[in-house]
């Protein structure tokens, strides 16, 4: 990434590189695969930015995880660019037997990993893929994949919604954010299961964090802050109620 990038392509890769979403991407995935067995199944999983020519890795779960993830930077193509340019999800049953990408696959294999399975996840110009690995050969099951698919929209609308709150901050108009931060909160609390409180804490930490590297992003001392929601009446009806928001 350049050290001045253009003004149309600074938000999508500072919300994903800022250490606040990178802990929430790790915190989600995390509970997502506790929640569907792949914990105890032994899935790696790691989120990579798929971009001309390259690809970067921008979130894991763990070491070995990032350098099986990475092995991709070794090919022409593989999954996770696939994935990224058609759109769709990429399945490899086994490793072992491959042709599509037959020495992606076979290097893989190589680490202990049977299967792979690569799920779009683009938020605006920032392309990148979830992916997820197992050590066995069909480790994915249809449900699996049904719901890798549903999590990694979820993942995408609320990355979406940061970046339009980023936006937002970064016009300098002045204006309250009302209605993006409580969009993105109601989305957090409805998605992840956040709290109120911590999902407001979490949205004015990533904002708090672009500013400091970005400064075009104003912070309350320059004249724009994060409402708090209790400041306008919120609390509880973002808990109560999911109607306020399409």
Not at 24 to 39: M, P, S
Not at 62 to 81: H, L, M, T, Y
Not at 219 to 232: C, F, I, K, N, S
Request: glycine fraction near 10%; charged fraction near 20%; aromatic fraction near 8%.
């Amino acid at each position: 990434m350049n050290s001045r990038p253009e003004a149309g392509g600074i938000f999508p890769v500072a919300i994903l590189d800022s250490p606040d979403v990178q802990a929430f991407l790790i915190d989600a995935v995390q509970e997502f695969l506790g929640e569907t067995g792949g914990q105890a199944r032994g899935f790696l999983w790691a989120i990579t930015q798929v971009g001309s020519g390259e690809l970067r890795n921008w979130a894991s779960g763990s070491s070995k995880a990032c350098e099986i993830d990475g092995v991709q930077r070794q090919f022409a193509d593989g999954p996770a660019r696939a994935a990224v340019a058609g759109g769709e999800f990429i399945h490899i049953p086994d490793a072992a037997v491959d042709r599509r990408w037959p020495g992606f696959s076979a290097a893989v294999a190589s680490q202990g990993i049977g299967s792979v399975l690569s799920v779009p996840m683009t938020v605006e110009e920032a392309s990148a893929a979830f992916s997820l690995y197992g050590a066995c050969p069909h480790a994915f099951t249809s449900a699996d994949v049904v719901a890798a698919i549903a999590f990694t929209r979820r993942l995408t609308k609320v990355c979406q919604l940061l970046l339009e709150l980023g936006r937002k901050a970064g016009a300098g108009t002045g204006q309250t954010l009302l209605s993006v931060i409580e969009l993105a909160v109601w989305t957090l609390i409805r998605e992840f299961g956040l709290t109120n409180e911590s999902a407001m804490r979490y949205l004015q930490a990533v904002v708090h964090d672009m500013a400091s590297r970005f400064p075009a992003v104003p912070t309350a001392g320059t004249g724009t802050a994060l409402p708090a929601a209790e400041e306008h009446g919120r609390k509880d009806s973002l808990l109560d109620s999911t109607d306020d928001y399409p």
